[in-house]
């Protein structure tokens, strides 16, 4: 399987590397945290790691840790607009439950 992006996820993050003016792509992981166990991380990558896994979707490359992966692999992110709030929004088919707040997740 993958990590994907849709369209507008992948335009996004390609503008924002334009602007920043540097980076290969978008470094996608989880870290240990919240009320369900786990949560999201996003930064963008400036290199890749030798242990990572990447992954191309619509022309930007998505890399993710070993450890991660077992997380969130099949999982599509998405960058929406509702009103006057905007981001990006998981999809991961291995989530078994979340917090309340949504902050955290469980597998």
């Not at 400036?46 to 998505?62: I, K, L, N």
């Not at 992110?77 to 917090?99: A, T, Y």
């Amino acid at each position: 399987m993958a990590v994907t992006l849709t369209e507008s996820a992948a335009t996004h993050v390609s503008r924002y590397l334009q602007k920043r003016g540097k980076g290969i792509g978008l470094r996608v992981g989880v870290r240990t945290t919240g009320c369900s166990g786990l949560a999201y991380k996003l930064e963008y990558a400036d290199e890749a790691m030798p242990e990572d896994t990447q992954f191309e979707s619509h022309g930007v490359s998505v890399f993710v840790d070993p450890k991660s992966l077992a997380y969130i692999d099949g999982t599509e992110l998405d960058f929406v607009r509702e009103g006057l709030n905007e981001g990006f929004q998981f999809r991961n088919p291995n989530v078994k439950g979340e917090c309340g707040c949504g902050e955290s997740f469980t597998v």
